[in-house]
């Protein structure tokens, strides 16, 4: 079974569009991460819930909203979507969302390409 | 913003040659983690190590940490084609009131055959 799960893995859309991209563990952890990985490999992190409370928002546009509708899921919402947002988001998890300092166990990703 | 630098930014060696990547980093950590990104796919983790550690093993990895230096080096030991991969760094910084993990760029590592 699948630890981490993103849906759609490739999403292909017009500038201005709305997307959402889905994020399921099913590992019981607590928190829960997306991270965006651009053309140069770089991974930064965008946003982090713990228990479906927000507890990480890094400067990231407006247009970018998550949803954490329970503790197994984070979903990352993006509307007016810009060329700038093509990337590759990645999902991610860990048990603690505390100073314990675990791995994190990531989904596959999802290649968002604006056109 | 950027924590862990990766050095070298490629390295390309022959199958059952020693790989050695470095990272270093700009602030105090809890603990330093290595993961592995094969060609469009997500991150799997390799290695954990903790700040009040100095060196650990797992298998063919090998890690050291400095934190004197805020280095640390990855070593893979005779070197498989499957090891393949891009290696990532990644700290966790102490008291940055929450935790997340923080990445360095990368070593995309070529094994040859």
């Known amino acids: 079974d699948t630890a981490v799960s993103q849906t759609p893995k490739y999403l292909v859309t017009q500038m201005g569009n709305d997307k959402s991209i889905k994020c399921e563990q099913n590992?019981?952890?607590?928190?829960m991460y997306w991270y965006k990985q651009d053309s140069k490999k770089f991974l930064k992190i965008m946003f982090s819930?713990?228990?479906?409370?927000?507890?990480i928002n890094e400067t990231v546009p407006n247009r970018f909203s998550p949803k954490s509708p329970d503790k197994a899921h984070l979903n990352l919402h993006i509307n007016s979507l810009e060329l700038g947002d093509s990337a590759v988001y990645f999902c991610?998890?860990?048990?603690?969302?505390?100073?314990?300092?675990?791995?994190?166990?990531f989904g596959q990703g999802t290649r968002l390409t604006v056109v | 913003s950027q924590q862990g630098e990766e050095d070298p930014q490629a390295l390309s060696i022959q199958e059952g040659e020693n790989a050695t990547m470095n990272c270093s980093y700009k602030t105090s950590i809890n603990n330093l983690q290595w993961y592995r990104q094969n060609s469009g796919r997500g991150l799997v983790h390799l290695i954990l190590i903790r700040s009040n550690e100095r060196e650990k093993h797992s298998g063919r990895l090998r890690v050291t940490l400095d934190t004197s230096k805020k280095s640390s080096s990855l070593l893979i030991t005779a070197s498989r084609a499957a090891d393949t991969a891009s290696y990532f760094c990644a700290t966790d910084e102490l008291g940055a009131g929450s935790y997340q993990l923080t990445f360095g760029k990368g070593t995309k590592l070529s094994v040859i055959p």
């Open positions: 819930y713990n228990n479906k409370e927000l507890i």
């Open positions: 991610a998890s860990s048990p603690y969302g505390s100073r314990v300092g675990t791995e994190a166990f």
């Open positions: 590992l019981g952890h607590d928190t």
